[in-house]
């Protein structure tokens, strides 16, 4: 019975032995496998990654003959003709020149921004859109300056001018009559030296600034009607004189022109109720304003 015991014994520890080996066995097996499959997974992501490159590497090298026979020499895209909104003064002509582009080129082709900063250096261009339309049409929506004013500049001693007469928009932009242009009808500036006056540049002299901004607003006030401005004298600094309708002279200051066209209103009310016409008023002052009648 002992001796079956111990052979009882034995073979259970040489059973443990050869599950521990067949353990040991499957862990290397298992990490083989998982060692292959991750080996496979890196080739796969390299082979992948070197088929990128060289499908990236061959549309860089034919991406411009693609686009070259795609887009760029493709006679669908071809300039046929222009269309410029709105009508203004501005000749076709004039813009179509100046813009650099002619008809047969290749639409796409064309810079907008190149082609929007060269019609902007027409003067009486105050900005422009530029859209291609395909397939064949380049489209401007131009903004014609609008002039608000004339601007008969005073020559310096011992000179003459070439240019007796300006015209200047709302911003201030000096511009120049086309040769021949028959003048419009528009508020004429007087006062300011010719040194001040730069065709083709915005005026920064302050007292031209206060008359531009006068006439703006005076259109809009109760006194617009007791007030002619078909003229603005620029007196000095700071101030400037328009006349009324029955050869009164009205003097204003450049500043606070809302509180001067209240006083001035005032002032008309009263005339009105007494039944005198205004000779004079200078609002110059900030009290106290000046005021004389006809009768």
Known sequence: MKWQRLLFLGSKKQRLRHRRARHVLAAKMSGRKA??????????ILLLAGSLATAALVTSIGMDAILGALLYRNPDFTLRRFVIEPANKIGKGELVAASGVKIGQNLLQMS????RSSIEKIPHVASVRVERHL???LYLMVEERRPVALLAPTPTAGTQLAQPMYYIDSRGFVLKPKPGEKLMALPVIR???SDE???GEVSTYPDLKAALLFL?????TPVRDGLDCSKVLLEGPGRFVVSTPKGGKIRFRASCLSEQFERLNVIFEYAETKGRTVQTVDL???RNVPVTFLN
């Open 197 to 199: 006056v730069v065709e």
């Open 191 to 193: 006062g300011i030296s």
């Open 216 to 220: 703006r607003e005076a259109s809009m």
């Open 135 to 137: 397939p064949d049409t």
């Open 284 to 286: 110059t002052p900030e």
């Open 112 to 115: 907008l921004d190149e082609v």
């Open 35 to 44: 060692a292959g499959e991750f080996s496979r997974r890196v080739g796969a």
